[in-house]
């Protein structure tokens, strides 16, 4: 298991020229890590997990996720390279109102066409992961910002992801339930594989990671 990316410039349209986003970015991350992404807002870090994601196609550059090259991959193909194996918690959890916490996760093994109900173990064994086991038949409304964002992470591991890729999680949490969320992705990092960069503007709480790069006007430099 790992991400790599290898020379990824990103540019968008901008009036008459183009705002450069990723300058020649190279990115490697093995199974088991954790890399954290900081700099300050506009820097690129959204547009670095994007294509990570191939949910974005660079300019240039390369995009190997799990040793598998997406270029050159049909817009199918694309979906279920990310519904098998990554998996994408981002800013807002963006949980369906009126599904139980249980049922959140449960609807990930239904989009990648497997029974929904025969994943319900699965389900409560995440949902225990994240410290949820006794919360799982409740609606996002009888859940905490902090909570809610555990069902998040929950979800995003429900297909087993060999890279997982976190934008800003604790931007909606207090100091210390924030410390919680970044200790519990380290630690599902650690026991389930998962090549995992964190993107955060936020330089507090960053020991969990074992790498730490930093991104500046679309430019990546090592931070440690
Ligand atoms: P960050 O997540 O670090 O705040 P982003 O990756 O969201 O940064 O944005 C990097 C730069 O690209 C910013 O200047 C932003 O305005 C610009 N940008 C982001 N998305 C788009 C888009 N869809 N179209 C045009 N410009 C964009
Ligand atoms: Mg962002």
Redesign the pocket.
Known sequence: MSLNLTGVTLT???GDSR?T?LDRVGLDVPGGTLTAVV??????????L?VAATLITPDAGTVTVDGVATAGMSRGELTALRRHRIGTVFQQPHLLPSLTAAEQLQVMAHLDGRSARKAAPRARDLLDAVGLGGLAHRRPHQLSGGQRQRVNIARALMNDPKVLLV?EPTSALDHERGAAVLELIARLTRERGTATVL?T?DRTHLGVADRVTE?LD?RLGALR
Not at 39 to 48: D, F, I, Q, R, V
Request: glycine share 20%; proline share 10%.
């Open positions: 968008y349209p901008d705002l986003a700099g300050p807002s506009g820097s690129g870090k959204s547009s670095l994007a934008d993107v503007h991104v679309g």
